[in-house]
């Protein structure tokens, strides 16, 4: 035993430094300040990583938790690679230490417990996240949004959230990052974008919604649109269906051109016959859709009058009829007024009788 530490000592004797220590499994570069630890079985963040490093990737690996006991003592380092690791929980400050960092790249991941801070550096100074395919699944955007909202982001330039699945993001999900400048949210699942989606993000330059699944965009999806006054879009590959409801959509189009990097390539998916139709060719539906909104009222208008001659008809009709009949209804007017004449008579008699008050007393008596 104690030979062992006569040993341990004299190793730090002969390299009074830690520099030239390298943690097992890891390639290490002083010159470069550059240490790697490529798909080398890890299961957690190797200790012993040199002072020095400024680049440090430890990809490829089987870690599954990290926190913050991983990165003790790494100062300098302004760029962490931990993609491609299994790494399904990340803790509250976990990064807090890397006083410097500036890019995390946590990409090809299956993160499912993200803690409220996972994301706080000290420094403020982290400008690049990296989470693509990063999360679980769908439901893991919920713990994504509290982190993004309490990490203190509010220097982060760039985001990439692309081939995660994501059917929905929450709203004012992004209203936390102030600075963002590139929000990259292609290859998802993405149905429809509402209101508050994108609140917040009034300096962005690039918005990536590709490949996703949207059909159109309604109203509300167009207004966030347009609260981002900077940004260049890209919205090809999506399955826009061009029935009366892109209207809106075609329209903002035509009039956005420029905002929309790859507008040449947004085609038609459904209906089938206007299938690789380019939406703005298809803007021409706009009038279709006009057109057969007026060619309804006019079919309106035209029954309205078609009941009025119908209507008109049929009155002179019975007028004609009535006219025909002109002596007989004479005579059964005659009928009636004699009718109505005899009744109205007795009536009155009735009432003379009953009103005379001794002739009321004879009638009381002579029933009696
Ligand atoms: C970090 O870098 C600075 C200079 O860039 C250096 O003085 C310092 O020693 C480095 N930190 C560590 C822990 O090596
Ligand atoms: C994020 O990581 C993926 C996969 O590693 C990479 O393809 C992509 O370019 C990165 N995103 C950014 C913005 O650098
Ligand atoms: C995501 O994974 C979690 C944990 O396995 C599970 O509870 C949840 O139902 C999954 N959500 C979806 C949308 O599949
Ligand atoms: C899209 O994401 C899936 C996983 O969600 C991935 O397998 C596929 O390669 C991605 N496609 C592109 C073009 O990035
Ligand atoms: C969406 O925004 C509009 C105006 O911007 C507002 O009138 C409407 O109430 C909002 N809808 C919801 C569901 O928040
Ligand atoms: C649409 O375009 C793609 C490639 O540009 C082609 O493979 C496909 O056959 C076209 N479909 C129709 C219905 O024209
Ligand atoms: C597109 O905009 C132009 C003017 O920029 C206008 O003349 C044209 O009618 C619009 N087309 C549609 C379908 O709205």
Known sequence: MPDLRILFFALFCVHPTRSSLCPLGC??????????????????????IPGYTRNLFITGNQIRRIGPQA???LDNVTTLSLSNNRICEVESHTFSTLRSLRSLDLSSNQLAVIHPEAFTVQSRMLRELNLSRALYNHSSITDLATSLRW????????????????????PRIFSHLSSLRRLQLANNSIVS???ETFSGLEYLEELDLSLNALKTFREEGLLELEHLPRAKLNLGQNPYTCTCGIEPFAAWLNVSQGKVVDVERLICMFPV????????????????????????NLA?????????????????MFLFVLYLNRKG??????????????????YHYRYEIDSDPRLAQVSTTADV
């Open 300 to 316: 309106l208008q035209t029954s309205y009058v078609f009941l009025g001659i119908v209507l008109g008809f049929v009155g002179l």
């Open 27 to 48: 390639e290490c570069s002083e010159a470069a300040q550059t240490v790697k630890c490529v798909s080398k079985d890890l299961r957690s963040i190797p200790s012993g």
């Open 329 to 346: 209804i004479k005579k059964r007017i005659y009928d009636l007024r004699d009718t109505c004449r005899e009744v109205w008579e007795g």
């Open 71 to 73: 990165f003790k003592g």
């Open 193 to 195: 974008i509402y209101n």
């Open 151 to 170: 990490s203190s982001l509010e220097g982060l330039l760039g985001l990439d959230l692309s081939s995660n699945g994501l059917v929905y993001l929450p």
């Open 273 to 296: 016959d206007l299938r690789n139709t380019s939406l703005l060719t298809a803007a021409r539906l706009i009038l279709g859709c006009h057109r057969a909104g007026e060619g309804d």
